[in-house]
């Protein structure tokens, strides 16, 4: 089993930035990040492999960028010109070799 621990989530005014992290107990291939909306399905927001290959939802490109610290196992989402569209818990996800794991998830609140 993998364990992930996030952090960085909190209220932010429009326009503003946050970044998460996420911490996994051991390397894993694909880490990555995925938000869900109050009434609304989760969905993926940004992935990036242990190679560094990058997949982004189209919402969020040009303002939001995935890292990742292959000697931490940590995965950050560096999340800029934040509107309140972009309100949801962000999970962390991790994927390997018939290994999945989820985050307990951070709340982002972008409010005036």
């Known amino acids: 089993q993998v364990q992930l621990v996030e952090s960085g989530g909190g209220l932010v005014q429009p326009g503003g930035s946050l970044r998460l992290s996420c911490a996994a107990s051991?390397?894993?291939?694909?880490m990555g990040w995925y938000r869900q909306a109050p009434g609304q399905e989760r969905e993926l927001v940004a992935t990036?492999?242990?190679?560094?290959?990058?997949n982004y939802a189209d919402f969020v490109k040009g303002r939001f960028t995935i890292s990742r610290d292959n000697a931490k196992n940590t995965v950050y989402l560096q999340m800029n010109s934040l509107q309140p569209e972009d309100t949801a818990v962000y999970y962390c996800?991790?994927?390997?070799?018939?290994?999945?794991?989820w985050g307990k998830g951070t709340l982002v609140t972008v409010s005036s």
């Open positions: 990036m492999t242990t190679g560094g290959t990058t």
């Open positions: 996800n991790v994927r390997g070799i018939l290994t999945t794991a």
């Open positions: 051991r390397s894993i291939n694909v």
